[in-house]
């Protein structure tokens, strides 16, 4: 398999730890959507990464649907539970967490991406996108309290999601203190990070 991304996105991060986790070998293949030159086109009309390339050539996206597929490919270390309710709770976080970035890329592109002249840029969009972070962050703050995990006893994707939203934030947005304001986040990003599949795909 091929994982067409990039270091920064938040997004490819996502899947990369899940490959870890679930101890698949890939080959992972950089590419800069934002380049005129780029060929992701050709893989994904969207124009977006992450996408897996399958042996035989066959492309997947987006980033919960890899997920969702690498689950199943390997027992080991199971990170979307196969009962209805306990599945449907950690699809819950990842569309959090996944809104999260969602509300921060849109902020970000409006305010900085070169496409848009200055005078274009709108405060009030900025300023909406920013309330869905915040609130995001905040749910995830009282969703986790001071449990271990986010979901169940074990880490999940769940965890993940939230771990590499939250990473991709201090990257981004160091202004947005969400450790200071939520330490039962920090403590859990702190645990994450200890694993091999966090502390190699922080963003570059
Ligand atoms: N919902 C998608 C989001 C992917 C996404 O927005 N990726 C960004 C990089 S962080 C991208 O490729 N953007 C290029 C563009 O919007 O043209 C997923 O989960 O994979």
Known sequence: MKLIGSGTSPYVRKVRVVLAEKRLDYQFVTEDVWADTTAIGQSNPLGKVP?????????????????????????????????????????????????V?????????????????????????????????????????????????????????????????????GFRFPEIDWRGRHPNLGKLHDKLMLRPSFSETRPV
Not at 114 to 121: F, K, L, T, V
Not at 144 to 156: A, E, N, Q, T, Y
């Open 101 to 169: 970035m969602d509300a921060g890329v849109l902020w970000r592109l409006e305010a900085t991406w070169p496409g848009r002249a200055d005078g274009e840029r709108s405060q009030a969009w900025i300023d909406r996108q920013r309330g869905k972070v915040e609130a995001g962050i905040a749910a995830m703050a009282k969703g986790l309290g001071d449990k271990p995990f986010c979901s169940g006893i074990h880490p999940s994707l769940s965890d993940i999601a939230v771990g590499c939203a939250l990473g991709w934030l």
């Open 51 to 99: 996408c897996l390339l399958m042996e035989g050539g066959d492309a997947m996206f987006d980033s919960r649907v890899i997920v969702e597929y690498l689950d199943t490919l390997s027992p080991v270390g199971k990170l979307i539970p196969q009962q209805s309710r306990e599945r449907a709770e950690v699809k819950s976080w990842e569309a959090l967490a996944d809104g």
